[in-house]
């Protein structure tokens, strides 16, 4: 026959039932020889691993399997003792880093003002056009003019691209697909801002030779909206914030530098 709990035992199951967050993230998850693995070693390992039952396995995994191999390893000698404690020098030193980060960006949140903004700085730095082209490449001037009036006769472009281009799609036609203002060569760009689709236009002097150039078609480039570059920007700013707040914490410091190759 069940028993009422006392008022004692009631009692312990509360205070177990308050201090379960702590004795979760203590709680001891593998052994290996006596060597404990807990939550907390994992989720520093990666903080997904608080929520993710997939990736804590994962963790965990590796951690034994680290365990296994560091009980294996010799008595370090003194040098890999100071190498051991750089590395967790540097360790400490990234997560304290970390922490003054989170909470510097906390107290300087990104401004929405400044997100559009950089917004329209980087919409307006984005090219306009965008043309496909294909060339034919030829090594000397009379060469492209004779492409160039066989074209015009009615011959075909891909047929003459393979045959005389010099370039290195002249087996695909002399293709080079869609290409951006800034991406088409100066000489180029020139010369297919002023014709029509379908139109073909030459020679046009290159650093690899004489170009006939033929516009295949041309349009607007489609511009990124504010909210699918919204995390990009707010990356950018929470960056620049955070380099101008260690550019002004070194001017207050005193740092001296004994760099090896100094001369």
Do not use: C
């Amino acid at each position: 026959m069940s028993k009422t709990p006392s008022p004692l035992f009631r009692r312990a199951l509360l205070a177990l039932a308050l201090a379960a967050p702590l004795a979760a993230h203590a709680a001891v998850l593998a052994e290996v020889d006596g060597h404990a693995i807990t939550a907390q070693q994992v989720e520093a390992g990666n903080p997904a691993a608080a929520g993710n039952a997939q990736v804590r396995t994962e963790v965990l995994q590796n951690l034994i399997a680290q365990q296994l191999l560091a009980d294996t390893a010799a008595q370090p000698t003194a040098a890999q003792d100071a190498q051991i404690a750089a590395g967790q020098a540097n360790l400490r030193r990234q997560a304290l880093a970390q922490l003054a980060t989170n909470a510097y960006m906390a107290a300087h949140p990104v401004d929405d003002a400044e997100l559009h903004q950089r917004y329209a700085l980087e919409i307006a730095a984005l090219p306009q056009h965008e043309y496909w082209v294909r060339w034919i490449i030829t090594a000397k001037p009379e060469q492209a003019t004779q492409v160039l009036d066989a074209i015009r006769r009615g011959e075909s472009f891909t047929r003459l691209s393979i045959e005389r281009s010099i370039a290195r799609n002249a087996a695909l036609g002399g293709a080079l697909g869609w290409q951006t203002e800034r991406e088409l060569p100066a000489a180029v760009l020139g010369a297919v801002e002023h014709i029509k689709p379908g139109e073909v236009t030459g020679p046009l002097a290159l650093d690899s030779g004489y170009a006939v150039v033929q516009l295949m078609a041309q349009r607007a480039v489609v511009k990124p909206s504010f909210e699918q570059l919204r995390a990009q920007l707010e990356q950018q700013l929470r960056n620049a914030t955070l380099q101008a707040h260690v550019q002004e914490l070194a001017k207050r410091a005193k740092i001296v530098r004994h760099d090896l190759d100094a001369k």
